[in-house]
């Protein structure tokens, strides 16, 4: 696609369920990064993919957060038991290839509220 | 380990005032990038400029320019005759060179551009 297409855009969900976000990068990109930006804050690392393998997850903040990319395209955070702490807007994004020169191209978010 | 600072949380000028938006690094790597990205309360990153660390030429692109010193490790921003739309979040982030580096953002200044 033509830029970085995030869904769903809201989702408001209770504490405890559990929550998918969906992310289409450009088409062509082989490395995405996932970040989660709180109210008032930069945002955070959680994970990046270079191709269809997780190639650093050291920024998810639990064994409840969970990301795939079975394809190399299309990738899903998961976050199981959700809690209120998680409300955020997570942000993907997308470069051609994993480097540090690369500029990131960003969707426009989901923004999860976990009640 | 790798650290953005935007000292500066909140600026207000009136327009046709110029601003200027400070960005102090950390980092041990002798190759790295500085990135500055606007988020406009729709919310979307948008990218801005990207200098890396041998590149020390400051830059001008209309009304902005950016000046990189690396003898203070810092990355200021300049927007000259400021407008109202350029109200928004500003991030300064900072990545290396060495795989599994992730871009690492400030925490923002937020400018604010009255008539």
């Known amino acids: 696609g033509a830029g970085v297409s995030q869904t769903p855009s809201n989702k408001v969900t209770e504490k405890g369920k559990y929550v998918e976000l969906r992310c289409d990068p450009i088409s062509g990109h082989t490395a995405l990064y996932w970040y989660r930006q709180s109210l008032g804050q930069g945002p955070e690392f959680l994970i990046y993919?270079?191709?269809?393998?997780?190639?650093?997850d050291s920024g998810l903040p639990n064994d409840r957060f969970f990301a795939v990319r079975p394809e190399g395209s299309v990738s899903t955070l998961k976050i199981q038991r959700t809690e209120r702490g998680d409300s955020a807007v997570y942000l993907c994004?997308?470069?051609?290839?994993?480097?540090?020169?690369?500029?990131?191209?960003f969707g426009a978010g989901s923004r999860l509220t976990v009640l | 380990a790798q650290k953005v600072t935007q000292a500066q949380t909140e600026i207000s000028v009136v327009e046709k005032e110029d601003v200027t938006l400070d960005c102090v690094y950390e980092t041990r790597d002798t190759t790295y990038y500085l990135f500055w990205y606007k988020q406009p309360p729709s919310g979307e990153l948008v990218f801005l400029i990207r200098r890396n660390s041998f590149d020390e030429q400051n830059e001008i692109s209309g009304r902005y320019s950016w000046n990189f010193q690396k003898s203070t490790s810092s990355f200021n921003f300049t927007i000259t005759a400021s407008q109202v739309v350029d109200s928004a979040v500003y991030f300064c982030?900072?990545?290396?060179?060495?795989?599994?580096?992730?871009?690492?953002f400030g925490k923002g200044t937020t400018l604010s551009v009255s008539s």
């Open positions: 993919f270079q191709g269809t393998g997780a190639a650093d």
């Open positions: 982030a900072l990545s290396g060179n060495q795989a599994g580096t992730a871009l690492i």
């Open positions: 994004a997308s470069s051609l290839t994993h480097s540090g020169a690369n500029v990131l191209t």
